[in-house]
């Protein structure tokens, strides 16, 4: 197939403007003077560097660190992650034939100003995928024009961002439902990243644990969260002491919140034998008795996390130093050059100034993504709106609820996890203007 020189120029933008709002999408970190990190953030960096195993991650964001750092630096995972986000955008301007290097860039500028969405892509966390999720399945089922190599590249990277967090499991399954309501036709080639996300997290899991399972030991995080609620003490109650449970001797007495009953030292996980793998099948247990014996409290408290998460969605919380000098430099000294611990040292956050560039933002940002929810709703219901804009504006709020229910109903409400995902809110009324300034003609598909 020839190429001509306007064909040319053309990639050559295409490929400036996506290299440009990457930048535009991770200008946190670049503030920051290094890429944000999270106390977790050292755990997938040891995942893969040094073979370790964690109960609660997936063996799938650790290798994608360590196959872009390479050992040298953690700038190269941020910049991947604002590339990936970039051209995905890219991608859906272009489904809407609304697509220029101007346009995009006004998108990410507007992204990256008005949300948490530079905040997310510039931490090296899966975060990011949470999104990516929505609108990689969204590509995928309403695909109008999209090149062979394009379909392959999503395919692969809507399976990736799935298994990157057992939550996007839910997430997916939810958008995937949501197609099937939609565009039925496409169920299929929509469902096909989950399957095989699936399928990565049991084959990992098989070789870390010698279990062919999904998440082997997450019932300690629904554990962590019904006791947390209210809900196990009347059931230990009833079934202490001849179900011979160890949770009985904590009855009473179990941690205010979840995050202590899963990470403090002293609390119930860890003081059990064989720490959070040791009290996974106790937590089973009881979780199902939880459920036989109060499903109403469980619905009831699991609605009222899920509608207080899908609230919270501010900046801030991911920023601050608290834990980060002793695992990052740990991880640092293990895996990197002395030049990437003085740089991680040097930067904003590590010295405790980054968190109100951030939180200032929280006020403007939820006025914007509260304006952008009411607006992809009303437009979800008119039917004066393109068709294909409307299934769009059905995932993402599709997406913004599911995410909002599984973080928030079984692990518990947290800013972090709704503002990963809450910046898909500005995307339909974005693209609704762009439309109505005129659209361009789509690709053919190759």
């Not at 941690?255 to 899963?262: I, K, N, Q, V």
Request: aromatic letters at 8%; proline letters at 6%.
């Amino acid at each position: 197939m020839r190429v001509t020189q306007a064909d040319a120029r053309g990639r050559l933008c295409e490929v400036l403007a996506i290299w440009a709002g990457a930048v535009l999408l991770v200008w946190p970190a670049l503030l920051n003077g290094y890429p944000i990190v999270f106390s977790d953030t050292n755990a997938f960096l040891l995942q893969a560097g040094r073979s370790l195993v964690f109960f609660d991650k997936p063996w799938v964001y650790g290798p994608f660190l360590l196959a872009l750092h390479g050992n040298t630096t953690l700038w190269l995972p941020v910049a991947a992650q604002g590339l990936i986000v970039s051209h995905v955008l890219w991608l859906v301007l272009r489904q809407f034939a609304v697509q220029t290097a101007w346009r995009h860039l006004g998108l990410c500028a507007l992204l990256a100003l008005g949300s948490a969405a530079p905040w997310v892509a510039g931490l090296l966390m899966p975060d990011i995928f949470a999104p990516v999720v929505v609108l990689t399945i969204f590509l995928l089922a309403f695909d109008h024009g999209l090149r062979r190599w394009e379909r392959g590249w999503l395919i692969g990277l809507a399976a990736f961002a799935i298994a990157s967090h057992l939550a996007h499991l839910v997430l997916a399954a939810a958008c995937i439902a949501a197609v099937g309501v939609l565009r039925w036709r496409r169920i299929s080639v929509a469902t096909l990243p989950l399957g095989m996300a699936l399928v990565m997290l049991a084959a990992t899991n098989m070789v870390a644990f010698g279990k062919f399972a999904i998440s082997p030991y997450g019932a300690v995080f629904s554990l962590a969260r019904m006791a947390s609620d209210g809900l196990v003490d009347p059931v230990l109650a009833r079934n202490c002491p001849a179900s011979g449970w160890r949770m009985c001797a904590w009855a009473g007495r179990f941690p205010a919140t979840s995050d202590r009953f899963l990470w403090d030292v002293n609390g119930p996980m860890w003081t059990t034998p064989g720490g959070p793998i040791g009290l996974a099948p106790e937590a089973a247990a009881i979780i199902k008795r939880v459920i036989a014996e109060d499903p109403l409290g469980v619905l009831r408290t699991g609605l009222a996390n899920a509608l207080r998460q899908a609230t919270m969605a501010g900046v801030g919380d991911a920023l601050v130093p608290d834990s980060l000098d002793t695992p990052m430099a740990i991880s640092a000294r293990a895996l990197f050059p002395a030049e990437e611990r003085t740089r991680f040292a040097a930067g904003l956050q590590a010295r405790g100034m980054l968190a109100p560039w951030g939180t200032v933002l929280n006020l403007p940002h939820a006025i914007l993504l509260l304006a952008g929810a009411l607006t992809t709703l009303g437009l979800l219901g008119s039917p004066r709106t393109d068709a294909l804009l409307r299934s769009l504006a059905a995932l993402i709020l599709v997406g913004l609820l599911a995410n909002a229910t599984v973080t928030g109903a079984l692990s518990g409400p947290h800013d972090r996890y709704q503002a990963r995902i809450a910046w898909l809110s500005l995307l339909v009324p974005t693209l609704a203007l762009l439309m109505a300034f005129g659209r361009k003609v789509a690709p053919e598909g190759k």
